[in-house]
């Protein structure tokens, strides 16, 4: 799906892995999320994570991505059981992502609290677990540029994982919009020319459906308002033109269907917390800081 594709590329998040290492019973990991998302791959051995008062074991090959930044547990044995506790070592590899951008989407309400991927069905994704390998092989390196490496194969895992999700979401509302005949084309003229003046009325007329029905459809569908869905899509845009162009502002805002950059740039600010300028310069600054 063209729709599905061009959001799942819009996704600007900076992910990395913050710990692959061999642990030696007993231990436990109390994990504070401070991030968007993450996940937990068993190299080796076994361990147990205790998510929102229930428990999962994890085997040698499973993955668990805690797709919403919770906090977890992760330990050698399973909480207040003290009988078949297991004495060997584990080596997990653990990674964070952390999204740039605050403008929710209609993916988030699509990624799960938890999402728990048997080494049987990782085996079936052999992409996945190639990268799963490498990343912990280019971690375990610390070779130069290994962490250029680590960031962007994390970046992936992220997209795979989200992509692996949705395909099993048959039900879901936002995926069954982008086969809906009338509301994923809606969805695909929004995408494709977010510089139109769109309005319910012409929305409506271009999928062949009246304004009130389009309006009701959209809205149950897409999980909100049809303009509140247009705005958001204008803001990824603008936020992406923003951060790897030097277009003015004015032009930027005119490129998402603004013909006031005064207009753009209160919109803009109620949804990131800052002028286009003033965010701009922040991005700016804090790369120039991750890139030292």
Known sequence: MPVLSEILS???THGSVYFCDKLEPPWEMIEKMEYSAAF???RRGRCWISFAGESYLLGPGDLVFIGRGDDHIISSSKPGETENIYDGHTHLL???FSFRDPIPSPLDEAMPPILVLRSDEIAELSW???TLEHLSSE???QTPGAMV???KLTEVVLVELI???INKLDSHNFVAALFDKQIGKALKLIHQQPERTWTLDLLASEVAMSRAAFARRFKVMVGQPMFQYLTSVRMRIASDLLRNTQNPV???AEAVGYVSDVAFGKVFKELNGATPTAWRKQYIADLKDINQ
């Open 10 to 12: 819009s996704i600007k």
């Open 40 to 42: 937990h791959y068993v």
């Open 94 to 96: 653990c990674g964070y």
């Open 128 to 130: 996945l677990k190639t």
């Open 139 to 141: 971690y375990d390196s």
């Open 149 to 151: 490496v680590v960031n």
């Open 163 to 165: 992509r692996f999700h």
């Open 250 to 252: 004015a032009d930027i």
